[in-house]
């Protein structure tokens, strides 16, 4: 009699029960939440996966997450998207009493949904998850003697990056109206513009941090890099700030 199921009788039980709303059963691997949709004992559960777990309706070689129409200006999205197989599974999770999710778009979506009851299955990832989703890797060129004044400089280089990368998606997608080719490099200026932008916030948080002397940790580790000239590994030194 496994913990998962435990967890999930529970869950049913202070919805259908005691008439709680968004009971909601996380994990942070993937393919056990997989695993629930295919088992007949999870059939009452709507399971809800990240975005990257979903093909696009209209596009399949590209995944939902990276939907090339969610901030387009000036095209509309096509009737098909309301077939999208991630909004699909989204409505359901969010219109169910409960139901599971990974924790990774728990996290995400955090300030989406109002939950009553959280539980976790195998949860010895989540420290990780949560240490690297509230961390940020510094550039090579980071003073840490200056912590405020190098957080400044790289915002500003980072904001004139985003508004080039906004300038490129606006004449991509204006190509797009006329040549679908464009699709792929939408994709990847979307991909690059939310990785700016998120490390723009964590920035500012870092700021904020400074100015009320608010205590976070700077940890150092070396990583390894693949070198595809001499075929080896090499060993980067590498500075991140954790726990903001």
């Not at 029960?17 to 009971?23: A, H, K, N």
């Not at 599971?100 to 955090?110: E, G, L, Q």
């Not at 500003?156 to 490099?185: G, M, R, T, V």
Request: aromatic share 10%.
């Amino acid at each position: 009699f496994g913990k998962s199921l435990v967890c999930s009788i529970s869950m049913r039980i202070l919805a259908e029960e005691l008439g709680e709303s968004m009971i909601i059963g996380t994990t942070p691997l993937v393919e056990l939440l997989k695993q629930y949709i295919d088992d007949p004992n999870y059939k009452e559960f709507n399971c809800l996966l990240g975005r990257g777990n979903y093909d696009c309706y209209i596009n399949p070689e590209i995944k939902a997450s990276d939907c090339p129409y969610k901030n387009m200006k000036k095209v509309r999205k096509p009737p098909e998207c309301k077939k999208c197989p991630y909004l699909i599974a989204k409505n359901a999770f969010d219109d169910s009493d409960f139901g599971w999710t990974t924790f990774d778009s728990f996290i995400r979506r955090k300030g989406q949904l109002q939950t009553a009851a959280l539980f976790v299955d195998e949860s010895a990832k989540i420290e990780s998850i949560l240490r690297n989703y509230n961390s940020i890797i510094l550039p090579d060129n980071f003073d840490e003697k200056d912590m405020m004044g190098s957080f400044i400089n790289w915002n500003i280089e980072l904001e004139n990056k985003y508004h080039k990368i906004c300038n490129d998606l606006d004449f991509a997608e204006e190509c797009f109206e006329d040549d679908q080719s464009s699709i792929h490099e939408i994709v990847r200026l979307n991909r690059e513009r939310e990785r700016t932008e998120n490390k723009i916030n964590t920035i500012k948080q870092c700021e904020y941090y400074i100015e009320n002397d608010i205590k976070s940790l700077v940890e150092h580790s070396i990583k390894r890099e693949w070198n595809k000239e001499s075929k080896k590994y090499t060993l980067i030194p590498q500075a991140k700030v954790c726990d903001i």
